[in-house]
């Protein structure tokens, strides 16, 4: 393909059903947890004989107090404890499963997020973190983070987040205005309530606390979205998210038909440009990958490790995502087959993922570091490899198109938006990995002229 037809390509599969995973999903297959385990083993034994690497462990609970219309996450409404204690035996299982693999693995990092993972009752969160002490060495672990809403924490659970060494919280406040949040089905929360769960998980002495915020939901306006900034400013979080909001196929209000207007999406991007200013202005800073920070302790660390320094992460949970450098990406099943599987012991049990070569965990390094800079001197330090040299065609290309900034040591995608990045990014895939695309892309157009 020449230059012209590979953007065009790219920018196709980016807009019509493309993930920011690499290899992308949509070629994943299935993968038999004989195989992971075995993978899992050779890397653990890899660590042992020196390798550089920080373990992550990841948790994943895909069950919410309230189904949110502008959530675009796979979650469900756990509307009885019996649902929790079925998942709790079922992670349970799993780290029965893996758990004697890792004996000699220090965890650098503990997440557990969702979904709510602070939906669990304090008793259920007091057995979940009492198993995972006792299951794996959590001993030096850096950073123990947990993600929660405002409504389903309170006094007691903060107690037992202290009591386990959790350092880093991310609440999901998403907005502070009651009739957006009438509209998206999230009535349990507000100002007052906020500010309460923040001062109280200041008071129990939670070290780093991250708040989320969605911008362009309905019914926002820009006034509405500007006096939430600030009240949120004045609380003086040690990170802010701003997450725009998107049009996909788990949205509620997208399936329900309401769908964005241009004017919509100006007012989004709006939005997005006054928090960019106004987060900036009142002091919070870039670091690596993350935008706003008031300090590099903020930061995620097991994001930070397993996209800037090749980490390891093993993931647990519905649908978790797990990553083995040099051998796979993967995931567990969706909800129901994860439940299934766990309550029938089924030893047919698979996952869905790709195998990775060391050619194809560079390209993964590089997709998850290209927008916001890859750093040549630690590529060559993690791979042994001259990162200009070995990816000469792709830089040149997107030299040619204008999609390419360099500052000295850094490499830098530019892209505008989501979009772009998911679309120009592509220029790093595997020759392997684009056939594949194409032909999956032949193979659909084939099946929809057939029943048109």
């Known amino acids: ?95 029965d499963y893996f758990s004697p693999i890792f004996k000699k693995v220090e965890f650098k990092t503990v997440y557990l997020a969702g979904g709510t993972p602070t939906i669990f009752s304090v008793k259920q969160l007091d057995r979940i973190f009492k198993y995972l002490t006792q299951k794996f060495n959590l001993a030096h672990t850096l950073q123990r983070q947990i993600e929660a809403t405002p409504a389903t924490l309170n006094f007691d659970k903060l107690k037992i987040l202290k009591k386990y060494n959790f350092n880093r919280l991310t609440i999901g406040v998403q907005s502070l205005d009651d009739k957006v949040l009438a509209l998206m089905n999230r009535r349990n929360q507000n100002y007052a309530l906020v500010r309460n769960i923040y001062d109280q998980a200041r008071k129990i002495g939670i070290e780093i606390i991250n708040l989320d915020l969605v911008v362009g ?63 900036k202005k009142a002091g919070y800073e870039p670091y690596r990958n993350e935008p706003y920070l008031l300090s590099p302790k903020a930061a995620n660390f097991q994001f930070q490790f397993r996209y800037l320094f090749n980490g390891s992460l093993l993931g647990l949970g519905a649908g978790a995502l797990s990553y083995i450098p040099g051998q796979y990406s993967y995931q567990n099943h969706g909800l129901d087959e994860y439940l299934c599987n766990c309550i029938e012991e089924n030893n047919e049990r698979y996952f869905l993922g790709v195998a990775l070569d060391n050619s194809e965990t560079r390209i993964n390094y590089v997709i998850n570091n290209i927008r916001a800079g890859v750093d040549k001197a630690r590529f060559l330090s993690i791979f042994k490899i001259d990162f200009s040299v070995l990816f000469r065609k792709e830089l040149d290309s997107l030299r040619k198109i204008g999609r390419l900034s360099e500052d000295g040591n850094k490499v830098k995608l530019i892209a505008n938006n989501d979009f772009e990045f998911r679309a120009y990014s592509k220029f790093f895939y595997s020759n392997k990995v684009i056939n594949e695309l194409k032909r999956r892309i032949s193979l659909e157009y084939i099946s929809n002229e057939r029943k048109n």
């Open 217 to 279: 939901l309905p019914k926002q306006s820009i006034n509405s979205f500007v006096k939430d900034l600030r009240r949120i400013l004045s609380l003086r979080p040690d990170a802010i998210h701003i997450y725009p909001y998107e049009e996909e196929d788990q949205v509620i209000f997208y399936r329900m038909g309401k769908l964005m207007a241009c004017s919509d999406r100006e007012r989004r991007d709006k939005m997005v440009e006054l928090a960019d200013n106004g987060i």
């Open 1 to 95: 393909m020449n230059l012209k037809e590979k953007e065009k390509l790219f920018r196709y599969v980016a807009q019509k059903y493309d993930s920011m995973d690499y290899p992308p999903n949509r070629i994943w297959g299935k993968i038999r947890k004989e195989a992971i385990r075995d993978a899992w083993k050779e890397r653990v034994k890899e660590i042992a004989s020196g390798a550089v690497d920080f373990p992550g462990l990841y948790i994943h609970v895909p069950y919410c107090q309230t189904k949110c219309f502008f959530c675009k996450f796979k979650t469900r409404v756990a509307n009885s404890e019996k649902i929790l204690q079925e998942y709790l035996k079922c992670l349970e299982a799993d780290i």
